[in-house]
């Protein structure tokens, strides 16, 4: 399992988002549910990049997005997004 290298804040930030944005509450991410979380930090990414990101986050294909693949996705963000997202998310 890959360690998350995301700063204590930061992913502590970004696993209270994670169940906030977990609607149906089932613990993972759809793709609908990661389009919402994308809107809500403002990253502005088409329906087309939110796919990548999807595919991209998804490391083993269940087409569900896990808090450990949410995570690791968050650390591969731009820095500058990253920041951005996180002003949001305090808010
Ligand atoms: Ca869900
Ligand atoms: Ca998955």
Same mark, same amino acid.
């Given at each position: 399992m890959a360690k998350s290298v995301l700063p204590v804040l930061e992913k502590a930030i970004f696993t209270a988002f994670f169940h906030a944005a977990?609607? @149906?509450? #089932?613990g993972y991410l759809s793709l609908t549910e990661l389009d919402s979380v994308v809107a809500q930090l403002g990253l502005n990414l088409s329906m087309a990049e939110i796919q990548t990101t999807f595919t991209d986050m998804d490391? @083993?294909? #269940?087409?569900k997005i896990s808090l450990e693949e949410f995570l690791n996705g968050m650390q591969y963000l731009d820095p500058n997004k990253r920041k951005a997202a996180m002003d949001i998310a305090t808010k």
């Open positions: 977990d609607k @149906n509450r #089932d490391t @083993n294909k #269940d087409w």
